[in-house]
DNA sequence: TCAATAAGTCAGAAAAATATGACTACTACA
DNA sequence: TGTAGTAGTCATATTTTTCTGACTTATTGA
């Protein structure tokens, strides 16, 4: 056999690039708001202590291209913004779940 | 309720140390080749392409120190040091395979 | 029209992660 | 004794990530 697992001769792993993209300081928390609900630029400010703006900006832009997080502009007044957890981001938690028990 | 999931008040989860533990440049690297058997230091430095002794030592010793890898001293000559996969270790390696499912 | 809220961007500074190259310590073999 | 293999450390440099503070644009309500 070439290869006994899923990854490629890059030394690329599926898991590698989904790890990545939930990396990094604000990111996993931001996960796990968006897991309870639907998150918003200002109000996560607020909730996680010591984010700044541009961070913030930074890992919702990579969460939604990554497809983790879905933007969704509400018409509402006031017209905001709402950053809902996707399908593919849903799928991660049953995961997650599993992690949390293996200490 | 006072809280919906496994997470505390201080907005940390087991899972998202977890994550920490194994993220950076090279530690999905090393886990991965881990799982296929032990690993050595001057082989890995060989293996992985870029690879400077010092992050692979710090690699190692947090992987170590996170209990994801053993540290084993081989009395053969030569003599020499192999870094086994933990039970913690493996026990991750069916949540990665799931994880390779999720695009 | 003015002030507030919401969601950002941008340039530059600071902090953290990684990389470089020289050096160490031990074992083994000729 | 000298050379090679194995597994590192250490100080310093470079790169990447994160932070700071000023500025922007659009909507809303008084």
């Given at each position: 056999m070439t290869t006994t697992n899923a990854c490629n001769t890059d030394g690329n792993c599926p898991a590698e690039g989904l790890l990545k993209q939930l990396s990094g300081k604000w990111k996993p928390q931001i996960f796990r708001l968006a897991a309870e609900g639907p998150v918003r630029f200002n109000a996560l400010l607020r909730q996680?202590?010591?984010?700044?703006k541009q961070s913030i900006a930074v890992a919702l832009r990579e969460l939604e291209s990554g497809e983790i997080l879905e933007k969704v502009v509400v018409r509402?007044?006031?017209?905001h913004i709402e950053y809902h957890l996707s399908e593919k981001g849903k799928s991660l938690l049953p995961v997650f779940k599993t992690l949390e028990t293996l200490l």
């Amino acid at each position: 056999m070439t290869t006994t697992n899923a990854c490629n001769t890059d030394g690329n792993c599926p898991a590698e690039g989904l790890l990545k993209q939930l990396s990094g300081k604000w990111k996993p928390q931001i996960f796990r708001l968006a897991a309870e609900g639907p998150v918003r630029f200002n109000a996560l400010l607020r909730q996680l202590e010591g984010a700044n703006k541009q961070s913030i900006a930074v890992a919702l832009r990579e969460l939604e291209s990554g497809e983790i997080l879905e933007k969704v502009v509400v018409r509402e007044k006031p017209l905001h913004i709402e950053y809902h957890l996707s399908e593919k981001g849903k799928s991660l938690l049953p995961v997650f779940k599993t992690l949390e028990t293996l200490l």
